[in-house]
């Protein structure tokens, strides 16, 4: 149990480029969830799969967010067109099977857009 | 909309004494909730989880629901230096509260 990963740690950009982060979670845990921080605040959840099926995206903040995890392993979460204001820790978590409500956080990916 | 409000804070401790920390939620329809500590520059971990009335103890963390006040608590017996983090409180729908921070003064 090598922990929830999540690449690249820091990630700068210019306003208008696509950025795109990976998390790989624990193995064999079959929830996977993308959060958003902004100093201050808690997470703001954004999304989540069981296995490959994304069951809520309605959180996403807008359509220049996508996430996927088409083997039910690894996720990517994809940001068009960055903004300023998507300045911000994006967090990755797992769960494991049954034990939905234990979710452990990976160390997140800092987004900065210039 | 669903709301989950916690007092920014800063809370101040001396070393030994409770710490309480308080949460509210907006949606009655909430049936699980969790406590989460993140140490500063870190991700947050898991603390406690709680679904029915009453008191959940682990360890010196006990964790008081109250569904008809809607009304969700954290106390820290014997706090330590260590305890010092943002605490924050959480719903069945991931939804969290913007943290409290702790601080344990020797």
């Known amino acids: 149990d090598t922990g929830v990963s999540q690449n690249p740690r820091h990630k700068i950009t210019k306003r208008g480029q696509n950025v795109t982060f990976r998390c790989d979670p624990i193995?064999?845990?079959?929830?996977l969830y993308w959060y958003r921080q902004t100093l201050g605040q808690g997470p703001e959840f954004l999304t989540y799969?069981?296995?490959?099926?994304?069951?809520?995206k309605s959180r996403l903040l807008s359509d220049r967010f996508s996430a996927e995890r088409p083997k039910g392993s690894f996720s990517t979460l994809e940001i068009q067109r960055t903004e300023q204001g998507d300045s911000a820790m994006y967090l990755c978590?797992?769960?494991?099977?049954?034990?939905?409500?234990?979710?452990?956080f990976g160390p997140g990916t800092r987004l900065t857009v210039l | 909309q669903k709301e989950v409000e916690q007092n920014s804070g800063p809370l101040s401790v001396p070393e030994g004494a409770i710490a309480s920390l308080n949460c509210t939620y907006s949606?009655?329809?909430?049936?699980?909730f969790f406590w989460y500590r993140q140490y500063s520059g870190k991700s947050p971990e898991l603390i406690m989880f709680?679904?029915?009335?009453g008191d959940k103890e682990d360890g010196r963390f006990t964790a008081q629901l109250n569904k008809a006040s809607q009304y969700v608590s954290l106390l820290i017996r014997d706090s330590q230096p260590s305890d010092s983090a943002t605490y924050l409180c959480?719903?069945?729908?991931?939804?969290f509260g913007a943290g409290t921070r702790l601080t344990v003064k020797p």
């Open positions: 978590a797992s769960s494991p099977v049954g034990g939905k409500d234990t979710q452990y």
């Open positions: 709680i679904y029915s009335n």
């Open positions: 949606d009655r329809g909430s049936q699980s």
């Open positions: 799969f069981q296995n490959e099926a994304q069951l809520e």
């Open positions: 959480a719903v069945y729908d991931m939804r």
């Open positions: 193995s064999e845990h079959n929830r």
